[in-house]
C-alpha cells in the first residue's frame, strides 16, 4: 500500500511529494492480513448458494470480462429450477433454498460420461474448475 499526496498541482510555491509506504509501517503485517481476509470474504461459496445468488454471480463475471458467454452457458442450467406440482420455473429472487452447486456439478458429470454425453461432460468440468477456482468459504 502507498500513498501519495502531491501538492504541487494545487499549490505551485509547494513542490513537495509526501509518501508513506505501508511496508515501513510496523503495521504492515496487520493490514495485508486485512486485506486478504477482505478479499477472501468477497469469494462465493458454491457450496452453500441460491440459485439467485449463482445468477447474479455469473452475471458479474460476465460483465467483467472474466468469464466469457460461452463459459457461462453450462450455469444457466444450474440457475433454474422447475416445480414438481405445476411444471413452471421457480422464480430464482423468491427461491432461498441453499444448494452445493459442486456437488451438483459432480453428479452432473457423472450422468453426462454415463449417457455418453462428453460435449455436456466437458462444459460441466469447465463449470467445476470455474467454481473451484473462485470458491470462497467453505473449501470444496
Not at 82 to 98: I, K, M, Y
Not at 108 to 127: F, K, P, T, V, Y
Amino acid at each position: 500500500m502507498k500513498i501519495t499526496s502531491d501538492v504541487s498541482s494545487l499549490f505551485p510555491e509547494h513542490r513537495s511529494r509526501t509518501t508513506v509506504s505501508a511496508s515501513s509501517s510496523p503495521f504492515s503485517d496487520i493490514l495485508t492480513a486485512v486485506e486478504k481476509n477482505a478479499s477472501d470474504s468477497r469469494k462465493p461459496d458454491f457450496t452453500r448458494m441460491t440459485r439467485q445468488e449463482l445468477r447474479d454471480w455469473v452475471n458479474e463475471q460476465i460483465r467483467t470480462g472474466k468469464m466469457t458467454f460461452e463459459e457461462s452457458c453450462p450455469f444457466v442450467g444450474m440457475t433454474l429450477k422447475f416445480c414438481s406440482a405445476t411444471g413452471q420455473p421457480v422464480d430464482p429472487a423468491t427461491d432461498a433454498e441453499r444448494v452445493d452447486f459442486i456437488a451438483k456439478t459432480r453428479l452432473g458429470i457423472e450422468g453426462a460420461l454415463a449417457r455418453h454425453d462428453i460435449r455436456g461432460a466437458r462444459q460441466l468440468e469447465s463449470a467445476l474448475e470455474i467454481m473451484l477456482r473462485n470458491q470462497g468459504g467453505a473449501s470444496a
